[in-house]
């Protein structure tokens, strides 16, 4: 007796979203500047595991096992949302989850997800897993993946991920709006939700404009990208999009507020940044009609919260809380990001210029596949076992730490500093940000 429309389902995955079951699509009266545009917000926590990932999960399953794929245990690198799809479509499927992930993902995340049923592998990475981080959760997925009885979905590179979105947003969206939509906004972090649903409505009608919002260099925007991130995703596609805009926690965080008390919407942090992208791309014109995707909700991102409005938790603010040990460790590692020791590639090439000690704290193997003349080897591993050759014996010299993405040069820094060195400093953005900007790979 399932049907939709009076919102009665025989199963849970008959809750899945598609053009006879769309999620909502709510216009926005109060926060949006506009005269004369409308802008609706497509409201994708009424997905039934409570984001837009489950169409991404939904439809990877769906592909590999029509593709005869045959495997017990399925393993994805995950910053959360997808993870929660995947670990309750196992649940529903028989199958076990297990997702690789960063500890910088919020704990209240992680927590949802091991109540999901999900295996928790967790590694330090960025908060969205970063492609070419050899110790990150994409490595370890592919990695695990490839064991007998385990399967890898790769919502990464696998077509099926903007598929979900050509088979269902797109075409909800061209429903739900009976061809008027005119403007197309996301967010992005695997790029699938603008890939996917801006091919299906530009094949409806080339007019419409598909708008891209991304976060700035260092957000906290759990789920999406920064521009140098997104460089490196496959489905980041953007000679297909009309515009792209960058939106900083500030902005995010204020127009996420703005939705939950003037609109009454429950929209969470990146649904704030789409919508704070899509007011500055969007011309204000009769005729105009906005469509802007809202990712997920407020209720997992109480961490988020507690660091932009520390005004929530009066009482916690007072009393230190306790904390495992992993959340300790991770915001010494949140604050250090931000400390002066963190310096740009350039101020890296001045300090060694003036003497300072430069340590490449990658493998031996990526170290030999091309590192900067002046570095010497010293992998993290070797420093964190207390094994590491080569460190200066004169505790107060000047030591800048370098590794791929900027992750385990900072291990490295607090690591050392713990051992009694007094000035080190560790090169922002590793060799990935090296190379983009153009610093030789001999300083002096
Ligand atoms: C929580 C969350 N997940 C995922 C995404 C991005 O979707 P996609 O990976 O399809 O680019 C967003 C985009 O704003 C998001 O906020």
Known sequence: MSDPTQRVYDSILDMLSGPENPTPLLRLNRVSPFKHAKVYAKLEWYNPFGAVKDRVAANLLRDAEERGQEF???????????????AMLSNAKGYKFTATLSLAIPAEKRAALRAFGANLVELSDELCPMPGAPEGAMARATQMGSQSGWHQLNQYKNPANPDAHFRTTGPEIWKQTQGTITHFVAGLGTCGTITGSGRFLKSQNP????????PA??????????L???KLADFFKPEEYDGLVEI????????CRRLNQEESVIAGPSSGMALAGAFKLIPDEPGVVAVVIFPDNAFKYTSSFRKHWPELFPAQAAAPVASPASDILNAVQRHAENSPDVISPADTVELVRQGAVLLDVRTVKEYEDGHIEEALNVPLASITEGSAQGLPADRSQTIVTICGIGKRSLSALLLLKAQGYEKVKSSRGG?????????????T
């Open 207 to 214: 007019g419409i404009k598909v708008l891209g919002v991304h």
């Open 431 to 443: 060799m990935l940000l090296w190379n983009e900007e153009k610093h030789p790979l001999k300083i």
């Open 248 to 255: 900083d926690n500030k902005e995010a965080y204020a127009l």
């Open 72 to 86: 017990e245990n399925l393993v994805e690198p995950t910053s959360g949302n997808t993870g929660m799809g995947l």
């Open 217 to 226: 260099e260092g957000h906290d925007i759990p789920g999406v990208r920064s």
């Open 228 to 230: 140098r991130q997104l």
